[in-house]
């Protein structure tokens, strides 16, 4: 109920390319959905994030496309630079309640962007 | 900018010994976490402190596992007994007064149980 799960498990891209990314989650209750990026050695660090009441944010070359019919959203990276190699993890977490505010992580996308 | 910082990078231990894994927040925050992410997988959710107890915690934080936040800007993980299973990288994370959505994570504590 509480899980999020993430495909592809590693993608590969072009530079210039369009990198996708899904995540689907079961708890309707989940009212934030962060994706973050992940370099080898460092922490995540917060890339976007949507709440359920969009259906699209833009934020650069990174948008987040989210669908609440499905429990679906996705993440996309126009215009994929060699730069973006990394990991993304999609989230997920419950903010309107009493709660501590945890995030659950889907299993990660390992993106490599090919000069 | 402001950053959450972690001490020590690295971290190697006997089985059965105890660390304690200690973070700085980001000075003006009010929610912190510990999360662990075992080599090649996700990062999974410890604990979260807010208000000098603990407000949530997993299955993973059974009583071998405690938090502090002895003197107001250090927040501390101990693991009273390591076991190999408990190698990891440990991250911590805060967030602010505004709200508990964005978290910002620390660079990690890389944990090895021998």
């Known amino acids: 109920q509480q899980q999020v799960k993430q495909s592809p498990q590693s993608l590969i891209v072009q530079k210039g390319g369009i990198s996708i990314i899904n995540c689907a989650y079961e708890?309707?209750?989940?009212?934030?959905f962060p994706w973050y990026q992940q370099f080898p050695g460092k922490g995540p660090a917060l890339l976007i994030a949507?709440?359920?009441?969009?259906s699209e944010k833009k934020e650069g070359r990174f948008t987040i496309s989210f669908n609440k019919s499905a429990k679906q959203f996705s993440l996309h990276i126009m215009d994929s630079q060699p730069g973006d190699s990394a990991t993304y993890f999609c989230?997920?977490?419950?903010?309107?309640?009493?709660?501590?505010?945890?995030?659950?992580f889907g299993q990660g996308t390992e993106l490599s962007v090919k000069p | 900018e402001p950053e959450v910082t972690q001490t020590p990078s690295h971290q190697v231990t006997q089985m059965g010994q105890e660390v304690i894994l200690r973070c700085v927040p980001i000075s003006n925050h009010l929610y912190f976490y510990w999360y662990r992410q075992i080599l090649g997988q996700k990062v999974e959710f410890l604990v979260s402190f807010y208000n000098n107890e603990i407000s949530e915690k997993s299955e993973i934080f059974d009583d071998q596992f405690s938090v502090e936040r002895p003197d107001g800007s250090n927040f501390t993980l101990k693991i009273r007994s390591t076991k190999l299973e408990d190698s990891a990288m440990y991250f911590c994370?805060?967030?602010?007064?505004?709200?508990?959505?964005?978290?910002?994570f620390g660079p990690g504590t890389r944990l090895l149980v021998l």
């Open positions: 949507i709440r359920p009441d969009v």
């Open positions: 989230a997920a977490t419950f903010t309107r309640y009493n709660q501590g505010g945890k995030l659950i």
């Open positions: 708890n309707t209750a989940f009212d934030y």
């Open positions: 994370a805060s967030s602010g007064a505004g709200g508990k959505e964005t978290q910002y």
